[in-house]
């Protein structure tokens, strides 16, 4: 074994708390098991587990059916997946290769997370080999990435190529075109789309084809990619393409293959990065064709907290306020799903009518009939230092209500009538909590949600409105902290975060535009001239002079940058081609290059004295990311077009046949092979 390999199975032995690598983030982070933790799987059920790695979904998977069997590709990782999953009575873990096994068994789920599938012909591959382990109503679900994801055409590695900035043009993965195409060409399987936020290897969020253009899609999120260079980030792209183009550009796809799709899920919330006694989730399913919303446990130590949800918001009432109740049923939580408009719509409305000078009435409604019944109190007890820490005016009193929904932000507080309805219940405590603790958490948020709020009224002025003084507002910064890290154990993937590094154009300083030469020992440092770029608007011109027996010239014209250029050179008036680099590709006459390193090649035997460059230059914006956009969504629009097309063609050629005088002539003979095949 491997010292790498060696190091891995320890790993799973004593877990450390230092910073991880980005491969222990894809080994070990709690939000891995989100892909499918959430899905509601047959416990009676089988599974064939596709590339196990380790055991990273085999528990879980363990947990939720009969049977599980996980094809390792190699003998370390099968030891580490036992190890991982040792206390799993009802698992089989093997070694080899998919394409060469021989089972004997049919299983009812076939599961292969983090598929790296480069192109159809795999993927044809692939179902052709499972198809003797499946039952007509087998559910194949896979997770994959989507080459034309925005993280990974802003600069992220693509995990199927293994490269950065190169899913345009290239055939590095299977596009959803290409999935539909795939499955538009066989008969029976259907595809059920769910799309993992921010991926398929630490989603959050699954999406589906209804909630990816309803709600709101694209949230910041930390990176968990080593070096990861970036030119935009993901909730600025999704704002700038129409909604009916997010699919395509998502950044992974679960695909969930049967004969026959179920629409019963609308949206999940995955809330993994907590303690386990509060990991939960949150659902929004399709019952009779209505939208519910149930909040069930991620696991085992979670149950307790759904309970108390339950029990919770029986005591949070006012006369106008009431909380949304919920039913008990199996150990999860089911709510109506509200119809209703929440404060957060009428706060953005107040901002896009400029009437900013109602949010303040809109909150300050609000808080007055829910704190109608308050005393004042000496809040600071060890229940209080339990969830808040220890406060630095412990002997003081202050306004405080109990029991108190310290989660009253303007997403949960929705409005009915003369009614106020309070959703997600959560976090209601059975102590005395300040008064203006809850307020300055609602404003607080209020400004994270609306982030063109600022310029309408500062939130020091609202602040100051509510009468909450900068000392308690640093108090109450103290308390939430404590109460989100500490408590609620949030921000557990914490250590798998890293830097993220923002290519973008640097108009501080000099545009350096760098012409190497090659005179037979390869392009050098010591064999560069550099050349400051003369810009001007979209317009730049640099020059060179070179002597000697040139035998290739490669030509940077600047660093750092994803951009798009025209170009012209010129050697002492002659003109000349330019081979742009691998990594670029032509869209709609301009060169672009993701990966930030433009360059392009001449062959620059015989060339002396000056060589002139000038054209048009275009550094990448959501303009242009746009544009690619609709580009990219009109080809493979086209694409089915023709398959859809040929596919018709085929079938109209099956029925000529079915119907022709020899077809009918051989039905009794296909009879009798059948017959016999069968013996």
């Known amino acids: 074994m491997k010292k790498e390999q060696m190091q891995l199975c320890e790993r799973i032995k004593e877990p450390r708390n230092k910073e991880y690598t980005e491969k222990e983030v894809y080994y070990f982070s709690v939000n891995r098991k989100n892909i499918l933790n959430w899905y509601a799987f047959d416990s009676n059920a089988s599974v064939l587990e596709i590339n196990g790695c380790t055991g990273i979904l085999t528990g879980m998977l363990c947990h939720r059916v009969a049977k599980v069997v996980s094809v390792e590709t190699s003998e370390y990782e099968r030891q580490i997946n036992l190890e991982r999953n040792k206390n799993c009575q009802n698992l089989e873990v093997i070694v080899g290769d998919l394409f060469q096994l021989n089972l004997q068994d049919k299983y009812d789920y076939i599961v292969w997370n983090d598929a790296l599938i480069e192109n159809k012909d795999q993927a044809s591959a692939f179902f052709e080999k499972i198809s003797r382990y499946i039952y007509p109503e087998t559910r194949i679900l896979i997770s994959v990435a989507n080459p034309l994801g925005a993280k990974y055409l802003a600069g992220s590695r693509n ?11 290239r055939n590095v993965g299977m596009t959803k075109a290409d999935w539909e195409s795939l499955f538009a060409e066989a008969s029976g399987r259907k595809i059920q789309w769910y799309y993992p936020y921010p991926d398929h290897i630490v989603p959050t969020e699954i999406h589906t084809d209804e909630s990816i253009v309803s709600m709101e899609y694209g949230r910041e999120y930390p990176n968990c990619n080593e070096n990861r260079c970036c030119t935009w980030l993901d909730n600025d792209f999704f704002q700038n393409i129409e909604k009916e183009q997010r699919s395509f550009f998502a950044n992974s796809f679960l695909l969930d293959i049967s004969m026959q799709n179920k629409k019963d899920i609308y949206y999940v919330k995955l809330n993994a990065d907590r303690k386990p006694e509060f990991q939960i989730s949150t659902k929004i399913l399709y019952e009779n064709d209505e939208k519910i919303v149930e909040k069930a446990p991620l696991c085992d130590k979670a149950n307790d907290h759904i309970e108390n949800m339950h029990r919770m918001e029986q005591r949070d009432k006012c006369k106008h306020i009431r909380s949304l109740p919920s039913k008990l049923r199996d150990g999860k939580a089911y709510y109506e799903f509200l119809k209703l408009h929440n404060l957060d719509y009428y706060v953005e409305e107040c901002i896009n009518e400029e009437r900013s000078e109602e949010i303040y009435t809109i909150l300050a409604s609000f808080f007055e ?164 770029l003369k810009l001007e608007e979209q317009h730049f011109e640099v020059d060179f002079v070179v002597n000697g027996e040139v035998k290739m010239l490669r030509w940077d014209p600047l660093s750092d940058m994803v951009c798009g250029m025209k170009v012209h050179c010129e050697s002492d008036g002659i003109e000349c081609s330019l081979v742009p680099s691998e990594w670029s590709v032509d869209i709609d006459g ?31 914006d959501t303009c242009d990311v746009s544009k690619m956009s609709a580009l990219a969504i009109a080809e493979q629009k086209q694409d089915n077009l023709r398959l859809q097309t040929l596919v018709e063609k085929q079938k109209e050629e099956l029925n000529q046949v079915y119907n022709s005088r020899g077809w009918k002539l051989l039905e009794k003979t296909r009879k009798m092979i059948h017959i016999f095949r069968r013996k």
């Open 159 to 169: 995990p199927i190529s293994g490269c950065k900035f190169n899913s345009f043009g």
């Open 369 to 532: 009939e829910y704190f109608r019944e308050t005393t004042v109190e000496m809040y600071s007890t060890d229940q209080f230092a339990t969830y808040f820490g220890e406060p630095d005016d412990a002997e003081s009193e202050q306004e405080c209500i109990c029991p108190a929904n310290i989660d009253l932000i303007c997403g949960n507080i929705y409005v009915d009538g003369q009614d106020y309805i309070i959703i997600d219940n959560e976090w209601i405590l059975n102590i005395p909590v300040p008064k203006k603790f809850i307020i300055w958490r609602c404003i607080n948020e209020l400004y994270y949600v609306h982030a063109g709020l600022e310029e309408h009224i500062s939130q020091a002025a609202l602040m100051d409105s509510f009468e909450i003084s900068a000392e308690e507002q640093e108090q109450y910064q103290k308390w939430n902290y404590y109460f989100t890290i500490q408590y609620i154990g949030t921000n557990q993937m914490k250590d798998y975060y890293y830097p993220l590094k923002m290519l973008a154009w640097g108009k501080d300083k000099p545009m350096l535009s760098k012409l190497y030469v090659d005179y037979g020992d390869g392009f050098s440092e010591t064999n560069c001239i550099t050349q400051i």
């Open 590 to 620: 301009w060169n672009w290059t993701f990966n930030g390193d433009p360059y392009y090649y001449l062959n620059g035997e015989g060339m002396n004295g000056q060589i002139h460059m000038e054209g048009e230059i275009r550094i990448l």
